[in-house]
């Protein structure tokens, strides 16, 4: 049985940093297509970032480049976001994903097969 688990969510000022964290069982990450994806009320959820499970393909949302990063431990089988200089609009919850994509699929939601409980971040202005 998979299953992800998220943590590393809070509360954090506009310019502030988090972690989150993204716990794999029954499955290796290194073996599969990861992302985080996003969402706020009323609205879809969006990609955050995408990663080939190649390794050779990651593709940031605009909004996020260069200010979030995305890493892999595979001696831990933990995928991590590391979000620096946060902003309010950055408020949203927070999931990981993992699935058999190509790299045509890499960005796409319905790509994903298995996905987390998801994580709350909150920004505050």
């Known amino acids: 049985q998979v299953q992800l688990v998220e943590s590393g969510g809070g509360v954090v000022q506009a310019g502030g940093s988090l972690r989150l964290s993204c716990v794999a069982s029954?499955?290796?990450?290194?073996?599969?297509?990861m992302a985080w994806f996003r969402q706020t009320p009323g609205k879809e959820r969006e990609l955050v970032v995408a990663?080939?499970?190649?390794?050779?393909?990651?593709r940031y949302a605009d909004s996020v480049k260069d200010r979030f990063t995305l890493s892999l431990d595979n001696a831990k089988n933990t995928l991590y976001l590391q979000m620096n200089n946060l902003k309010p609009e950055d408020t949203a919850v927070y999931y990981c994903?993992?699935?058999?994509?190509?790299?045509?699929?890499?960005?796409?939601?319905?790509?994903?097969?298995?996905w987390g409980q998801g994580t709350q971040v909150t920004v505050s202005s």
């Open positions: 994903a993992v699935g058999r994509v190509i790299l045509s699929t890499l960005t796409l939601e319905s790509a994903y097969n298995y």
């Open positions: 990663r080939h499970r190649s390794g050779g393909t990651t």
């Open positions: 029954g499955l290796t990450f290194r073996n599969y297509g």
